[in-house]
Each structure stands twice: as structure tokens, then as C-alpha cells.
């Protein structure tokens, strides 16, 4: 969608806010021995407090409040029994509706005791979405974003995932324009308007370049113990720089 109304601004940023309070404070209690379930409880309880629901329970019937991606999973994650152990790469990634209005947002931590490679990778990652905001303008190309996430993890010796990418959003979890890739594709000369609203997110991984769906139908799995960090954003495009609705 694109905004026309202070309406539209106010209630996506209302919804923004709420996605990213309970981002931060799942981030805050993951730790080794808690489970995904109990995070994903955690998330649902911050929700609940200020009205959200679940967006990708109500249009997908996902089976859990928020998606908790461990290691091997790199997105779409089920929340439940697994127990998260010195070392996990976890993401968490929430997205809710309020008075039908959406908002997504994701970030990638490790558990415990951190590795230099695992560290090096989420912040990677992390600097990628900030170089990627700095091209997310009006008039601008959509590849510009992709082009920037790609240098970023090439600069640090990673790759990014080319089967996932960020996407429209507003009125619906996921809306026109798709494809907000993680390269750079040449032949992709669509434009970047002033007031459309975006889900930038970042797929940078350790090797791998795609994932596979796993058999319980939802987890995107990375091949040969691979690991990745996403983070994501919802924004609003301007003339200048976006609004960053998850901040």
C-alpha cells in the first residue's frame, strides 16, 4: 500500500511500534534453556496486552504467534518444545495486525557465549539493512536495495539467501511490490514511490544461497550446517530517507 492519509501514517505506526516492543523484548529473554514456545508465549502476551494479532496466524494459519528460527532454519521457524542451547543462532520474527493495518519486523541474535564467525555474521547482516534503508527512497530502483545487501555481505565474506526476500505490506502481511530481493538484478527497473510501505529484510548467510522447505511444511532449511541472519524493517519511502515504522 502507499499512505494517503494521516490516518494510514498514525495506524501504521501505532502497529509498527507493537511489532517491535515484543521483537525486543523476545530478544531480551532468549537464553539457553528457554524454549521457542515460551518466547513465542512472550510475544503473544505483548500482542494480546495492545490488541495485535497474529498476521501470519490469521492469514496463513500459521501454528504459532511469531516465527523462532534456530540454526538450521533460516525463516518460518515453528515455535515449540525445542530447547535453545549455548551457541543458537535464533531470529525472531514478528508480524501483526491492528484495526487492519500491518507491520513486520525481525532480528537475528546468538545465545550465550558468542562466536567471532556467528557474531560477524548477524552484524553483517544488520549493516546490510542499514545500507539497504540508505538506497530506499523515492524515485530510487528497487534493486538498489538488493544491490546494497549484496555488496554488504560480499565485503564480509558471506552470501545472501536469493529465495527469500522482503515485500510490500500495509493492508495485507504481504502486498505489491515482491520481490525486494538480496542481489542485485539488473533487469528489475521498477520504482521506488514516495509513501509506498515496504518490509526490507536482510538474508545473509555463511555459504548457502538457497533454502528448501523442511517437512513440517513451514521451515525454510539451509543446507550442509549453514547458518543466517535476517533482520527486517517496515518502512514508509519519502523524498529523503524512509520512516522506519520498527524502529
Known amino acids: 500500500m502507499s ?31 528457554i524454549t521457542t514456545a515460551e518466547l513465542d508465549r512472550i510475544g503473544k502476551r505483548l500482542l494480546d496486552e495492545h490488541g495485535a494479532v497474529s498476521a501470519p496466524y490469521i492469514t496463513y494459519g500459521f501454528p504459532g504467534t511469531t516465527c523462532i528460527s534456530v540454526n538450521e532454519v533460516a525463516a518460518h521457524g515453528i515455535p515449540g518444545p525445542r530447547v535453545l542451547k549455548e551457541g543458537d543462532v535464533v531470529n525472531i520474527d514478528v508480524s501483526a495486525e491492528l484495526g487492519g493495518y500491518y ?43 538488493g544491490r546494497a545487501i549484496h555488496n554488504e555481505a560480499r565485503k564480509d565474506g558471506f552470501t545472501v539467501i536469493r529465495n527469500l526476500a522482503g515485500h510490500g505490506i500495509g493492508r495485507k502481511l504481504h502486498e505489491m511490490p515482491d520481490g525486494i530481493l538480496n542481489y542485485y538484478e539488473p533487469r528489475d527497473n521498477r520504482l521506488l514511490t514516495n509513501g509506498l510501505v515496504l518490509a526490507v529484510e536482510t538474508f545473509v548467510s555463511d555459504g548457502a544461497e538457497f533454502v528448501d522447505e523442511g517437512a513440517d511444511g513451514w521451515g525454510l532449511l539451509l543446507p550442509d550446517n549453514h547458518y543466517a541472519a535476517q533482520f527486517e524493517h517496515t518502512i514508509v519511502i519519502t523524498k529523503d530517507k524512509p520512516l522506519i515504522l520498527t524502529a
Open 103 to 145: 507491520a513486520d519486523t525481525g532480528a537475528t541474535t546468538v545465545v550465550g557465549s558468542r562466536s567471532p564467525h556467528k557474531e560477524k555474521l548477524c552484524q553483517s547482516s544488520l549493516r546490510a539493512l542499514q545500507q539497504a534503508l540508505k538506497k530506499a527512497r523515492a524515485g530510487a530502483k528497487v534493486s538498489g536495495i
Open 3 to 33: 499512505i494517503e492519509s494521516e490516518h494510514d501514517l498514525i495506524a501504521l505506526q501505532k502497529i509498527g511500534r507493537i511489532v517491535a516492543m515484543a521483537r525486543e523484548e523476545m530478544l531480551s529473554s532468549v537464553q539457553a534453556g
